[in-house]
């Protein structure tokens, strides 16, 4: 089974400033067709997840320029450049390469 | 508009059994493969099980491997999770999402509560 780690497990961040998450996974998510499996998704206080980014990078429908994912192969980052209070809340990487997985989740915060 | 309604949790003794449901509309249900994911009380997300378009492949977590069946009924656009053998810790949110053909999962219901206790 692929295995998701993410650190930090919580972040508390000031407003404007920026915030990183790491995701490694315990073997590759880039397939041999080229495709990255894995997403990054966003649990508000009260909601469902969304989705966020899905092959590594790509911005899912509606979702705001200052989220970025990067990384490839074992190592993913999910980077948003100015924090806004409205991002607060659960974030999880999954990977989509073997059945499913996700990470344990990381708790961002406002300072 | 997407939308995916489940139903069926609530408060089911240990041992026992407990189906649920997720109603689909606002696509085309029987082209898309379907997944439940769970979240105990305070936890993280934990996929659970997934099934194919036509119902014909299903895929469970080690953790329900056994105890929970996955099927849908594509002539009614729902998706079901028949539970047995249930356990305290099976006691979580369970989501009902679609998987979109990158394999992600592009939209998510608003999750039915299932407890397991005595």
């Known amino acids: 089974d692929i295995v998701m780690t993410q650190s930090p497990l919580s972040l508390s961040v000031t407003p404007g400033e920026p915030a990183s998450i790491s995701c490694r996974s315990s073997?590759?998510?880039?397939?041999?067709?080229?495709?990255?499996?894995l997403n990054w998704f966003l649990q508000k206080p009260g909601q469902s997840p969304q989705l966020l980014i899905y092959s590594g990078s790509n911005r899912a429908s509606g979702v705001p320029d200052r989220f970025s994912g990067s990384g490839s192969g074992t190592d993913f980052t999910l980077k948003i450049s100015r924090v806004e209070a409205e991002d607060v809340g659960v974030y999880y990487c999954m990977q989509s390469l073997q059945t499913w997985g996700f990470g344990q989740g990381t708790k961002v915060e406002i300072k | 508009e997407v939308q995916l309604l489940e139903s069926g949790g609530g408060l089911v003794q240990p041992g026992g059994s407990l189906g649920l449901s997720c109603a689909a509309s606002g696509f085309t249900f029987g082209t898309y493969a379907m997944t439940w994911v769970r979240q105990a009380p305070g936890k993280g997300l934990e996929w659970v099980s997934a099934i194919s378009g036509t119902g014909g492949t299903t895929h469970y977590a080690d953790s329900v491997k056994g105890r929970f069946t996955i099927y849908r009924d594509n002539s009614k656009n729902t998706l079901f999770l028949q539970m047995n053998s249930l356990t305290a810790e099976d006691t979580a949110i369970y989501y009902c999402a679609i998987i979109s053909a990158k394999r992600d999962f592009d939209y998510w219901g608003q999750g039915t509560l299932v407890t397991v206790s005595s």
């Open positions: 073997q590759s998510l880039l397939h041999s067709n080229g495709y990255i499996y």
